[in-house]
């Protein structure tokens, strides 16, 4: 089947850009001796999970505990919940999941920690704890230094919990421009992160695991050799937004888009103007709208839900009703968050459909 | 079961005020002695479209051709697609859709026309055609008057077409928050329309249904007694965009909020700060940020795909991890299609759950 054939908007990854992505991380890992847990969050797939492992990861990221219920179902076997899991029906969820997978939860609060110890405790199992350090991001995550260790302190006393690691994230610093700056950053964030670590291993309470990092700051960190594994998540697909970010080394990005939203011409009101099928509920505006492929003096805007505008200075030089038009979005994630499918291609060719298992799964 | 032992974000209903906003459409419509057929895109719940139905609607609007397919399947029988199917492949899908209930599709063209026309001819039947009008709007729609009659003309003389009415819809006036001037506006769009409607009927085609309007003009179009049917969406639930607009009447506005979103608190990190487990993945950013409810001192801002932070100027006053806080969303739409299902409520109990059968049907 030809891209041409499929019906519109439809969510497309082009296979072997997917694949140079995942073989660049992958050597990105390997020189520097860490390990990788890409965050799932971004795709939602099994089929590219499993890729993922293939290509070196150790495990996987999720976002929230329905999102690695879905993983695990899917015979995932490694899992990092990178939220607090909160609540007594969503921990007695956590505790069911960790009979199916080795999972690992952030923690960043003692009550949290009580309530996950019971559950453990009722189920007989040890469930494996990493405390989330505020290195800048301002969301989630205790306070580094004192207020760490004292947490740390907390999981060493309490039953069947289990200390293994220690994650900092800081999401502000990934899309920064300039590359050194950028670099500067991670250095900076990294800091409070070490001196946690070494607080609580000082007191005698070991654990293998720093976590954190993006896509933006994939090869700084690792070449900085503090996080024992990184996180990107995005770099499968790249959204738009990282064109415009430096990435040293002569500013060659060392990922490359794959992801697309291909729609249709079905209106062409004026000779300047065209609408499209594609709207606010089959492509995301949250970081701006998308980019436009292969018509450099098309202008795009939304217009509604279902609908979207291309419109031209003077003439639209070329496109008809039924044509077939490509966009680059903003912001993968929260695309792909909107399909049920990824349809994959090679050149002109459908080669597969992947579902996207873990779709709307923000519980 | 109670609305707090649900795990969040979850998407909620009142159904009591669900049920006022059907009857005081019903009211609204049998004053003015017109129909009403609401669109469908806003709730995209088949239980939804049944209720609307009781409630003397005379069908339903569907967005795209997937959307209807979904309410046929649900044994809705009278679905108007309220945008041009473009291509062989949706074709056939309009037609085998054709099938199962009575459908009425949108046109602005002539080739699109003629497609229709062939793939009606081969399964032996006849396609009802709705001409849309561009009234202002400027997205889909052939321009009023001499463009308009020529296109009638042209289903006239196509075999197995049938022209059986004019859509003109301008989402644009639909916010407009003075009244009086949304009401000028209404008269202005509906010149057009009405002009082109006697064009047609004047050259011996008649049909019987002038089709458009909206939740924001739903009390003006049924006054003005122009538009046989309107197409409100929204009215069901009240996107909070709606709370700044007036009304006439003494601003009373003529419909509730029902819809809200349900978060918890899962990090404190300071005494003024809290993190919540709802982002931009489980409620939409593209109007603006939603309305937090009951916290009138409290600040919202989206913190990613999967959180998001409600601050103090100066201090939390009451809440704490595990609380749950609830967001009516700025735009009804875009936040229904990201989830599952609507769980349906009176007080603090839980009646039912909706599946919101057709999310993510955009082709």
Known sequence: MNLEELDTPVLLIEQDALKRNLERMQEIILRAGITY???????KSPDIARMQLDYGASGICCAKLSEAEVFAEEGIQN?????????????????????????????????NLHDLSIFSAAAGINLKIII????????????PEQPALSLANVVKKTKNLTLVGLQGYNGSIQMLKNFKKRSMEVQKAMLPLIKSANLVRNSGQDFSILTGG????????????????????????????????????????????????????????????????????????????????DLPDAKFKFAGEEHSELFWETENSSLKIGDKVRFVPTHCDTTVNLYDNFFVYSGNSVNDIWPISARGKSQ
Not at 81 to 107: D, Q, Y
Request: with cysteine; glycine share 10%; net charge negative.
């Open 37 to 43: 847990r890409p965050h799932a969050k971004a795709h």
């Open 79 to 111: 899992i990092l919940i990178t939220s607090p899991v909160i609540g007594a029906s969503k921990i007695a969820r956590l505790i069911e999941l960790s009979s199916k997978a080795t999972v690992m939860v952030v923690v960043d609060n003692e009550e």
């Open 132 to 143: 989330e350090i505020n290195i800048g991001q301002n969301r989630c995550g205790v306070e």
């Open 214 to 293: 993006g896509t933006g700051t994939s090869t700084i960190d690792a070449d900085a050799g503090i996080l024992t594994e990184i996180q990107p998540g995005g770099y499968i697909f790249m959204d738009s937004c990282y064109q415009n970010v430096g990435w040293g080394n002569n500013n060659k990005i060392p990922f490359e888009q794959s992801l697309t939203v291909m729609s249709t011409v079905i209106s062409s009101p004026s000779s300047n103007r065209l609408i499209l099928d594609m709207g606010l509920k089959s492509i995301s505006s949250d970081q701006g709208p998308p980019i436009v492929l």
